[in-house]
T-cell receptor
Framework: KAGVTQTPRYLIKTRGQQVTLSCSPISGHRSVSWYQQTPGQGLQFLFEYFSETQRNKGNFPGRFSGRQFSNSRSEMNVSTLELGDSALYLC????????????FGPGTRLTVL | GDSVTQMEGPVTLSEEAFLTINCTYTATGYPSLFWYVQYPGEGLQLLLKATKADDKGSNKGFEATYRKETTSFHLEKGSVQVSDSAVYFCALLLGGNTPLVFGKGTRLSVIA
C-alpha cells in the first residue's frame, strides 16, 4: 500500500506570494491533518479535515487555509507569505477522525525569501 | 492544556550504549502515547505506541512503558546503532477531535 505523498517536496517563494501544498493520503484513509515544523516551535497542528469538512483547527492566522476533496486528497494554502512561514509542512492521514494512528508524509520544505 | 515534555537534546552516544529519552505528559484525560522518529530529510515514522496504563510499546529494539502514576513514557534501547541517529518525538492523543500533541523532539547522534 502506498504511503502518504506530498507535493512538491521543496518550494521557494518570496514574501507576499501565496502557495498551495498538496497531500494524498493512504488509500482508504479519510482524515488528513496538517502540521508545521520549525526549529523554534517544533511541531504545531494546523488543521484536520475529514470527509471534506474541517474538524479541528490550530492556532494559526487566517492566512493558513485548507480543503479536502471527495477522494480525501487535501490541499493547504498560505496567502501573503511571511519570512516566518518558512518551515517543513507535514501531512498525516488516518483511517478515521479522532484517536486513530496517524501516518506521516515526507513533508514539503517551504522557504520564504 | 495538554502538553508533552521531553528531555533536551542533543544526545550523543557511542555505538552499543544504552539509550534513555525521558518523556512526561500532562493531560486532562487518558491519552494514548506515541514515539515518532524522524530521520534526516524525512517525515515522521511511528516507532511505538501504548494506549493504556502499564502497556509496553516496542519496536526495533526500542521500548517504552506507559506509567500513569508518574505520567511518563520514557524511550529506551539497550544497544544503539549509528543508524538510530535521528530526532525522536514523544506525543499524546486524547481522541475525540483533538490533534496529536508533540514534545519538542530530542536529537540523537550515535557515533561509531
Amino acid at each position: 500500500k502506498a504511503g502518504v505523498t506530498q507535493t512538491p517536496r521543496y518550494l521557494i517563494k518570496t514574501r507576499g506570494q501565496q502557495v498551495t501544498l498538496s497531500c494524498s493520503p493512504i488509500s482508504g484513509h479519510r482524515s488528513v491533518s496538517w502540521y508545521q515544523q520549525t526549529p523554534g516551535q517544533g511541531l504545531q497542528f494546523l488543521f484536520e479535515y475529514f470527509s471534506e469538512t474541517q474538524r479541528n483547527k490550530g492556532n494559526f492566522p487566517g492566512r493558513f487555509s485548507g480543503r479536502q476533496f471527495s477522494n480525501s486528497r487535501s490541499e493547504m494554502n498560505v496567502s501573503t507569505l511571511e519570512l516566518g512561514d518558512s518551515a517543513l509542512y507535514l501531512c498525516a492521514s488516518s483511517l478515521d477522525s479522532g484517536g486513530f494512528e496517524q501516518f506521516f508524509g515526507p513533508g514539503t520544505r517551504l522557504t520564504v525569501l | 492544556g495538554d502538553s508533552v515534555t521531553q528531555m533536551e537534546g542533543p544526545v550523543t552516544l557511542s555505538e552499543e550504549a544504552f539509550l534513555t529519552i525521558n518523556c512526561t505528559y500532562t493531560a486532562t484525560g487518558y491519552p494514548s502515547l506515541f514515539w515518532y522518529v524522524q530521520y534526516p530529510g524525512e517525515g515522521l515514522q511511528l516507532l511505538l505506541k501504548a494506549t493504556k496504563a502499564d502497556d509496553k510499546g516496542s519496536n526495533k529494539g526500542f521500548e517504552a512503558t506507559y506509567r500513569k502514576e508518574t505520567t511518563s513514557f520514557h524511550l529506551e534501547k539497550g544497544s544503539v546503532q549509528v543508524s538510530d541517529s535521528a530526532v525522536y518525538f514523544c506525543a499524546l492523543l486524547l481522541g475525540g477531535n483533538t490533534p496529536l500533541v508533540f514534545g519538542k523532539g530530542t536529537r540523537l547522534s550515535v557515533i561509531a
